[in-house]
């Protein structure tokens, strides 16, 4: 079992709805976690990154953590199709998972 | 500021050839961290340094290494060079090692092994 799991999609949403990316991790020691966003043959940027339990919103973007289920997820609001591209969530910094593409159509 | 700048972009090497790839940091960061990525693999961990010292290592063979000079720029050698060893290789910088540090990527070196 890899310690971050994520779907790897691709996950189709139209234009304008809402995105919905999961990542389970399974260190319960783990206390940082981190949204990337890689573009095909880019390399990864820093959406967000979330510590405590809970909601944390910025923009469109908002990241939520339930460690007592060890689970993370990141919601996109009205999603673009500039947003397009494959989501990675990643534990204590160096832990990522695969990867979930997401496809935002327009 | 500038970003993180890796050399080369693109690499082409035969099968037991060894290779060196560099990472210039943001400047003022002192953290460098490498990672492989694959299809099929996904990002992973090489290893990290801090001040010219390794921190963390990921678990990957001898056959990969690392080091860091004193003005925080970084270099990765892989020897006997195997086909699975295609992959990008990415390195990231950060202010410190910290758990919550951000880590910002470079564009990566592609490595072709033929």
């Known amino acids: 079992q890899k310690e971050v799991e994520q779907n790897s999609g691709p996950l189709s949403v139209p234009e304008g709805a809402i995105a919905s990316l999961n990542c389970t991790y399974s260190?319960?020691?783990?206390?940082?976690f981190f949204w990337y966003r890689q573009y095909s043959g880019k390399s990864p940027e820093l959406i967000m990154f979330?510590?405590?339990?809970g909601d944390k919103e910025d923009g469109r973007f908002t990241a939520q953590l339930n460690k007592a289920s060890q689970y993370v997820s990141l919601l996109i609001r009205d999603s673009q199709p500039s947003d397009s591209a494959t989501y990675l969530c990643?534990?204590?910094?160096?832990?990522f998972g695969t990867g979930t593409r997401l496809k935002v159509l327009a | 500021k500038a970003g993180v700048t890796q050399t080369p972009r693109y690499l082409i090497k035969t099968r037991g050839q060894q290779v060196t790839l560099s990472c210039s940091p943001i400047s003022g960061h002192r953290s460098v961290s490498w990672y492989q990525q694959t299809p099929g693999q996904g990002l992973q961990f090489l290893f990290e340094?801090?001040?010219?010292?390794?921190?963390n290592k990921g678990n990957f063979p001898g056959r990969f290494s690392g080091r860091q000079f004193s003005n925080s720029r970084s270099e990765m050698n892989v020897s006997t060079l195997e086909l699975g060893d295609s992959a990008l290789y990415l390195c990231?910088?950060?202010?410190?090692?910290?758990?919550?540090?951000?880590?910002?990527f470079g564009p990566g070196t592609r490595l072709l092994v033929l």
């Open positions: 260190d319960r020691g783990s206390q940082s």
């Open positions: 990231a910088s950060s202010s410190t090692p910290g758990a919550q540090e951000t880590q910002y």
């Open positions: 979330i510590y405590s339990n």
């Open positions: 990643a534990s204590r910094r160096y832990i």
């Open positions: 340094y801090f001040s010219e010292t390794q921190r």
